[in-house]
Nanobody, 122 residues
Framework: QVQLVESGGGLVQAGGSLRLSCAAS????????MGWYRQAPGKQRELVAA???????NYADFVKGRFTISRDNAKNTVYLQMNSLKPEDTSVYYC????????????????WGQGTQVTVSS
């Protein structure tokens, strides 16, 4: 029905930058809130940043001033620009979207991407 496809992860040195992208496709009526979460080995998944359809944003304290979330509603795509990366940012990053489906009709269903690895070396 719906897929979230992520891209942009990789290996970067501390202080460097990466940009993650996540595109939603399928039987979509509307993409509501979108966001990025991360999960390191042995730890719980945690919110990194979120953005509403209208563009209001919310950031975890540990990324404020370094990461920027944005979206393109015409492309059903969310981005995460990550600057000043630190080794502790190393994690698998997951895209999340809350989506209203066309067929079958369904409102407010949650979807997750497959995850993309971000590794920051010191």
């Amino acid at each position: 029905q719906v897929q979230l496809v992520e891209s942009g992860g990789g290996l970067v040195q501390a202080g460097g930058s990466l940009r993650l992208s996540c595109a939603a496709s399928g039987s979509i009526s509307s993409v509501n809130g979108m966001g990025w979460y991360r999960q390191a080995p042995g730890k719980q998944r945690e919110l990194v940043a979120a953005i509403t359809r209208a563009g209001s944003t919310n950031y975890a304290d540990f990324v404020k001033g370094r990461f920027t979330i944005s979206r393109d509603n015409a492309k059903n795509t969310v981005y995460l620009q990550m600057n000043s990366l630190k080794p502790e940012d190393t994690s698998v990053y997951y895209c999340h979207a809350n989506i209203d489906l066309k067929v079958p009709f369904w409102t407010g269903r949650d979807y997750w991407g497959q995850g993309t690895q971000v590794t920051v070396s010191s």
